[in-house]
Structures are given as structure tokens and as C-alpha cells.
């Protein structure tokens, strides 16, 4: 057996420190639940810290070390103050998930210009902000790893969410421009581009039969996304088996991306 677990890819994340951001509920706290299960510690960006009593008995529940802070990152201080805690109470940050993204949505001709500040604002900018301090670490330190949650909308076209879609195109590039610059350091980085996936968010517009129906007919493996689907992704990513791998957006879409409808 250790034989064999010898040539096996390392996929564990024993001994490493992973702060995701927007972590209370979806995507979010599925990653944070992975990452725990993979071995990881966690540090939990919220924007309501008391609302993470049960996440944080979960994750300690798994023997664990789990950190809550209050991390709204379209505020640059609430991100300089969260990373400062995170090295305080850990030393170090080994992996970063970017999760946060807001969405408001409208026909182009229609969209409000104060949701066109709001997407880049927290979608590029947050981002940007988050992992150019979560970096300057990992710079430091000569390793890490960093993983935005993008969207297939970076893609692909989805009518009524032409700015949502050209923020995570941004995010798409703007990883792979990181990728380069910090490959020297040891540090990864990588998009997950989910395609719809079943959460708190979603369910409501999926709940429509018509909306539900014509996004399925744009999916050819037939089903609407699992979290589980989306965190499978990022915990390989984060783990030695993908040390290798950088600048590579990874679309989790069912196929939507390759089909002609």
C-alpha cells in the first residue's frame, strides 16, 4: 500500500493555510469545506462574521484550525486588515480562492451606470486588490497558490449580463498576466469558470421552468451544476498534483462552452 500511495498524485492539502473569500454560503463555503476535508486550514472572508458560527463548528469538527474575518473586498483596508490577521494567527497564506462576485444584471441599453460601477468595483478591482495582497505574501514566502472562481460568462455570451460577462473575461486575463509574472516565485494561478450551479443564488431564477429549461438546452452533459462539481476543481488545484499547471482557465460548464447552441 505505501508503495502504491508512493506513485499516486498528491492531491491532500495537510499543513496548508487557504483563505476563501465570500465563504458564508454557495460556492464559497463549499470551498471552504473542501479545502478542510483536504487538510487545509481555513481562514473565512466574511462580510457578517457572526453569521459563521455553524461553518466554523464544521470545519473544526474536522480537526481543523479556522479563522473568521471580516473581509468586504471592495473596501482595500478590510482586505489589508484581513491578510494581516490571517499571517498573525497562521504565518503564512498558502492558497487564496477568490469567490466574490456580484452579478446585477439588465439588456445593455438598460443597464444602470451605478451597476457598472458595483461589478467593477467588486468583480476587478476587489479581486485585483485581494490577490495583489494576498501575493505580495506568496512572494515572500516563494510559494502559493491562487484560484479565481470566474464564470463560463467570461466565455461565452449571456444576453442581459454583457458587463457581468466582460468583468470575468477581465478576470480570465488577468490571471493568466499574474500567472506569468509570479511563475518565478513558485506561485500558480488559475480560474474556475463554473457554468450554473445549484446554490441559495441560483435557485430562485432556476426555479422558473422556461429559464431552467433553456439553460439546460445549453449544457450537452444534460444537468445543472453541483458545488461539489465546481470545489473538485479548486482542490486540485491548490493541491501538488497541479504544481505544474498555471495560466489555465478551467471551464466547469457541462459542455456549454463547446456547444453550438
Same mark, same amino acid.
Given at each position: 500500500?505505501?508503495?502504491?500511495?508512493?506513485?499516486?498524485?498528491?492531491?491532500?492539502?495537510?499543513?496548508?493555510?487557504?483563505?476563501?473569500?465570500?465563504?458564508?454560503?454557495?460556492?464559497?463555503?463549499?470551498?471552504?469545506?473542501?479545502?478542510?476535508?483536504?487538510g487545509s486550514?481555513?481562514?473565512?472572508?466574511?462580510?457578517?462574521?457572526?453569521?459563521?458560527?455553524?461553518?466554523?463548528?464544521?470545519?473544526?469538527?474536522?480537526?481543523?484550525?479556522?479563522?473568521?474575518?471580516?473581509?468586504?473586498?471592495?473596501?482595500?483596508?478590510?482586505?489589508?486588515?484581513?491578510v494581516?490577521?490571517?499571517?498573525?494567527?497562521?504565518?503564512?497564506?498558502?492558497?487564496?480562492?477568490?469567490?466574490?462576485?456580484?452579478?446585477?444584471?439588465?439588456?445593455?441599453?438598460?443597464?444602470?451606470?451605478?451597476?457598472?460601477?458595483?461589478?467593477?468595483?467588486?468583480?476587478?478591482?476587489?479581486?485585483?486588490?485581494?490577490?495583489?495582497?494576498?501575493?505580495?505574501?506568496?512572494?515572500?514566502?516563494?510559494?502559493?497558490?491562487?484560484?479565481?472562481?470566474?464564470?463560463?460568462?467570461?466565455?461565452?455570451?449571456?444576453?442581459?449580463?454583457?458587463? *457581468?460577462?466582460?468583468?470575468k473575461?477581465?478576470?480570465?486575463?488577468?490571471?493568466?498576466?499574474?500567472?506569468?509574472?509570479?511563475?518565478?516565485?513558485?506561485?500558480?494561478?488559475?480560474t474556475?469558470?463554473?457554468?450554473?450551479?445549484?446554490?441559495?443564488?441560483?435557485?430562485?431564477?432556476?426555479?422558473?421552468?422556461?429559464? *431552467?429549461?433553456?439553460?439546460?438546452?445549453?449544457?450537452?452533459?444534460?444537468?445543472?451544476?453541483?458545488?461539489?462539481?465546481?470545489?473538485?476543481?479548486?482542490?486540485?488545484?491548490?493541491?501538488?498534483?497541479?504544481?505544474?499547471?498555471?495560466?489555465?482557465?478551467?471551464?466547469?460548464?457541462?459542455?456549454?462552452?463547446?456547444?453550438a447552441?
Amino acid at each position: 500500500m505505501a508503495n502504491q500511495l508512493k506513485h499516486a498524485p498528491d492531491f491532500s492539502l495537510a499543513g496548508k493555510v487557504t483563505l476563501v473569500t465570500g465563504a458564508s454560503r454557495g460556492i464559497g463555503k463549499a470551498c471552504a469545506l473542501a479545502c478542510a476535508a483536504a487538510g487545509s486550514d481555513i481562514v473565512l472572508g466574511l462580510r457578517n462574521v457572526a453569521t459563521s458560527k455553524e461553518l466554523i463548528e464544521e470545519i473544526e469538527g474536522m480537526g481543523r484550525k479556522v479563522l473568521p474575518v471580516q473581509l468586504d473586498i471592495s473596501q482595500r483596508g478590510q482586505i489589508e486588515t484581513s491578510v494581516a490577521k490571517a499571517i498573525e494567527s497562521f504565518g503564512r497564506i498558502d492558497v487564496l480562492v477568490n469567490n466574490v462576485g456580484v452579478a446585477p444584471g439588465d439588456l445593455a441599453e438598460r443597464v444602470a451606470e451605478a451597476d457598472v460601477d458595483e461589478i467593477l468595483q467588486v468583480n476587478i478591482k476587489g479581486t485585483f486588490l485581494m490577490t495583489q495582497t494576498v501575493g505580495r505574501q506568496m512572494i515572500a514566502q516563494k510559494a502559493g497558490r491562487i484560484i479565481s472562481i470566474s464564470s463560463q460568462a467570461g466565455t461565452v455570451t449571456l444576453r442581459g449580463e454583457a458587463i *457581468y460577462c466582460m468583468s470575468k473575461a477581465a478576470i480570465n486575463h488577468l490571471m493568466r498576466c499574474l500567472a506569468a509574472e509570479w511563475a518565478p516565485h513558485g506561485i500558480t494561478v488559475n480560474t474556475v469558470a463554473p457554468t450554473f450551479i445549484w446554490t441559495d443564488g441560483t435557485r430562485p431564477a432556476l426555479a422558473d421552468k422556461d429559464f *431552467y429549461d433553456r439553460t439546460l438546452g445549453h449544457i450537452p452533459m444534460g444537468r445543472i451544476g453541483e458545488t461539489n462539481d465546481v470545489v473538485g476543481a479548486v482542490v486540485f488545484l491548490a493541491s501538488p498534483a497541479a504544481s505544474l499547471i498555471t495560466g489555465l482557465n478551467l471551464l466547469v460548464d457541462g459542455g456549454w462552452s463547446v456547444s453550438a447552441k
